[in-house]
């Protein structure tokens, strides 16, 4: 088996399980629709032999507008709405459109993870580590988009390094979340027997 099939099966099932933690989280359906991008890609690449790549914009457009469950919920009806312009945009786009459209998003997903995690440091003066990952991750991806645009000499070991830290990201994020949730179990343990 390629080494490049290997990274994509296990980022594939690695991000598959992080929403299965995250089932709580403001960000459950932006994990979700990863997971869903990532497994949708590989069934058709893998099965059909065909690119994914028409599936790019619609999948992205439902990830940006889901990013916060409750923003999504509010508005699911207009979200639903644009679904049908996003996956013309898909299907009627060209291959670099699809590829700006994809870095556009991922750019401001980045921005937005990037505010809450600044919010929180000035409003409680703390730092939290899920939102400096989750910074992190989309600098990531953000970075191999743009590696992949530029058609760099180097793009398929950047392509492998990042997805080796992505992989790394999420199993980080699992970790946090079991972390988070015996921490929370500790703390109503300790007031229970005080």
């Known amino acids: ?8 099966t296990i980022s594939i099932i ?20 990863l997971a869903a991008t990532d497994i949708t890609s590989f069934l058709i690449n893998h099965f059909f032999h065909v690119s ?32 049908l312009i996003a996956i013309l945009a898909g299907i009627y786009s060209t291959n670099i459109f699809q590829m700006y459209f994809v870095l556009i998003s991922h750019i401001i ?5 990037s505010r809450i995690f600044i919010s929180i440091y000035l409003n409680k003066n703390r730092i939290d580590i899920f939102y400096i990952i989750m910074v992190f ?18 793009g398929l070991n950047i392509y492998f390094a990042t997805n080796i830290l992505q992989i ?8 946090l979340s079991i972390k988070r949730k015996n921490n929370r179990n500790l ?8």
């Open 168 to 175: 790394l990201i999420g199993l980080f994020l699992i970790y």
């Open 52 to 83: 994914a790549q028409i599936l790019w914009i619609p999948f992205t457009y439902f990830i940006v507008l889901t990013f916060n469950r409750d923003f999504f919920l509010k508005y699911k009806i207009l979200i639903l709405g644009g679904l």
């Open 187 to 194: 703390e109503g343990n300790r007031v229970l027997f005080e």
């Open 1 to 8: 088996m390629k080494t490049w099939v290997i990274i994509a």
């Open 14 to 33: 690695i991000w598959a399980i992080v929403p299965i933690f995250y089932r709580s989280n403001k960000h459950f359906y932006y994990f979700l629709l």
């Open 137 to 154: 991750f989309e600098a990531l991806t953000v970075f191999k988009i743009i590696a992949f645009l530029r058609q760099l000499s180097s």
């Open 109 to 113: 997903l980045f921005v937005l993870f």
